[in-house]
């Protein structure tokens, strides 16, 4: 198929806020991705007390499911109302803190400690940052990131993941002549080179 049409195609950090403030959100999945919930068992492979990453995590619900049954969960987003909107709809306390290896970020970390949200841009962390991790649930976000930095999300993901690390990434298919994303279509071929 010819992804030519998208492969120009940016949106900008600015655009994504206004989304946010607009409440144009038909990503966000209230009742959570019945993907994760078949692949559960995949990403945690007989493993308890993992670490797992949500990149462009917006409100994502599937942090409480994880986090709920005693595994950490970090998350990066660049909408603070997003993270915000994420602890007062689950009733979650959570402390305000800096990042001082990151100007203008912060982070959001639920009181109970095993959720903790960092504000600003996924290209701004690093693995010195913010460790790295047993699982990643990928959903709207490498279907999210701008074509021409998905191999820059990728190089970044890869560094993020432990040794025996899974990774669940959903993506959707479609003509990409049809619509201009996001989200993006991202084919197969592009996923095995972009990862290796
Ligand atoms: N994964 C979430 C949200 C998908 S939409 C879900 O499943 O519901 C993509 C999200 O990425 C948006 O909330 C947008 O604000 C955020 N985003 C876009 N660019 C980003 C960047 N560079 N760093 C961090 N978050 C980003």
């Known amino acids: ?33 019945p ?20 990149p462009l995590c917006g409100k994502a619900v599937e942090m409480k499911w994880l986090a709920d049954v005693g595994h950490s969960v970090v998350g990066v987003e660049i909408s603070e109302q997003a993270l915000k909107d994420f602890f007062a709809e ?23 400690g095993n959720i903790s949200l960092y504000c600003c841009s996924i290209y701004d962390l690093s693995s010195s940052i913010i460790g790295k991790f047993d699982g990643v649930w990928d959903r709207g976000a490498l279907v999210a990131v701008n ?21 669940l990434l959903v993506t959707v298919s479609y003509d990409p002549n049809k619509h201009k994303g996001p989200p993006f279509y991202v084919p197969e071929s592009e996923i095995k080179s972009l990862f290796g």
Request: glycine share 8%; aromatic share 10%; proline share 4%.
């Open 1 to 33: 198929t010819d992804v030519g049409s998208q492969k120009d195609r940016v949106m900008s950090e600015e655009e994504w806020l206004q989304k946010w403030e607009m409440g144009n959100i038909g990503f966000h999945k209230d009742q959570g991705h």
């Open 35 to 54: 993907l994760l919930q078949k692949y559960l068992d995949v990403l945690l492979n007989g493993r308890s007390g993992l670490r797992i990453f949500f």
């Open 90 to 112: 689950h009733s979650l306390p959570y402390c305000e803190e800096p990042v001082p290896e990151i100007s203008g970020a912060k982070k959001l970390r639920s009181t109970s």
């Open 147 to 167: 074509p021409c930095d998905r191999q820059r999300y990728v190089s970044l993901m890869i560094t993020l993941m432990e040794k025996n690390s899974s990774y």
